[in-house]
């Protein structure tokens, strides 16, 4: 394991805000994972904390094949992290809205362009990302359509999902659009938790990753199979929105097979303690993204459902 500095910024009044890779395995640019970008992704900071153990004992054990080599940057931001803000405090600016970055620019624009600059070249990219939505979902690989794209690699993690999302314009300032532009294949992992470690689906992410190295011919390592991913589009997801305000109970939770007119969810009175909304299933399928905090307002989003498709 070789451990490096690859950005370092001078702070007058507080520690240098530095930004650490560490490498394994040869000198080829095989594969860069990067783990947390904002202040509140703890879980995918413990993650890529565990990948780097991982990936340690399998130096140790020599079963890195050949010459390829996989970097791990487990913290990209971690003033953030410790102040305990999803954006860059000082101007709530978002280091993944700013990629490939401008190394005379703002200070979330210096710290993307020294990072870039670092990690280009490799043959693929892997960030274990947070949803945009605080909630419960299905632990899948993201990917744009830059033209780029390829499935059949993303289906190698053995994750239940692999979905595609359109890029709109706000997007290609993200380090998934640019890795595909720079001609490296990029991947997004998204596992179930955000601000709280969940351990079962990090443990289910640090196998996709090396399922994908060791069909991929990077390591020597026996791992089972994992799913046969789903391919769709992010607009096939179907939305329920909640028609009322008030308490909400869920009854299904992610990954959890519907079948058409079920009752997903109940919203109540918080005075009256009565039932004012209820939200149906439209058709058979699975949740794909369920909402978990306990007060909704009206017209917010509750479920997402992949239609007509069985477990």
């Not at 490096?4 to 395995?25: C, L, N």
């Not at 640019?29 to 509140?40: E, F, L, P, S, V």
């Not at 780097?52 to 140790?60: A, N, Q, Y």
């Not at 970097?71 to 931001?77: G, M, Y």
């Amino acid at each position: 394991m070789r451990e490096e500095v690859i950005f370092r910024m001078e702070s007058a009044y507080r520690e240098d805000f530095e930004v650490k890779s560490y490498h394994f395995g040869g000198p080829e640019k095989t594969m860069c994972i990067i783990g947390n970008m904002r202040g509140n992704e703890i879980q995918q900071l413990y993650i890529a904390g565990q990948m780097v153990r991982t990936l340690k004992r399998f130096e140790e054990e020599g079963r890195f094949i050949r010459r390829h080599g996989v970097t791990v940057i487990p913290c990209a931001n971690p003033y953030s992290v410790n102040v305990g803000k999803r954006f860059w405090a000082m101007d709530n600016s978002d280091i993944n809205r700013m990629y490939p970055g401008y190394n005379k620019g703002e200070t979330t624009q210096r710290i993307a362009a020294g990072i870039f600059e670092k990690i280009q070249g490799y043959r693929f990219g892997v960030q274990f990302s947070s949803f945009y939505m605080p909630g419960d979902f299905v632990s899948h690989v993201r990917m744009m359509k830059t033209d780029y794209e390829d499935t059949g690699l993303a289906q190698l993690f053995g994750m239940p999902f692999v979905v595609l999302r359109k890029p709109v314009p706000f997007d290609t300032t993200t380090l998934n659009f640019n890795w595909q532009v720079w001609d490296t294949k990029a991947f997004s992992l998204y596992s179930r938790s955000t601000e709280k470690i969940d351990k079962k689906g990090a443990d289910m992410a640090i196998a996709a990753v090396c399922r994908f190295l060791s069909r991929m011919n990077v390591l020597n390592y026996n791992v089972y199979g994992g799913y046969e991913s789903t391919v769709l589009l992010e607009e096939e997801l179907v939305s329920l929105r909640s028609t009322a305000s008030g308490l909400y109970i869920p009854h299904v939770k992610s990954f959890d097979s519907v079948e058409r007119g079920q009752i997903l969810a109940d919203i109540i009175d918080p005075l009256t303690g009565v039932t004012v909304a209820q939200t149906e299933a439209p058709e058979d399928g699975i949740v794909f993204f369920a909402k978990d905090s306990p007060l909704v307002m009206e017209n917010e989003t509750l479920f997402k459902i992949v239609n007509k498709l069985h477990k």
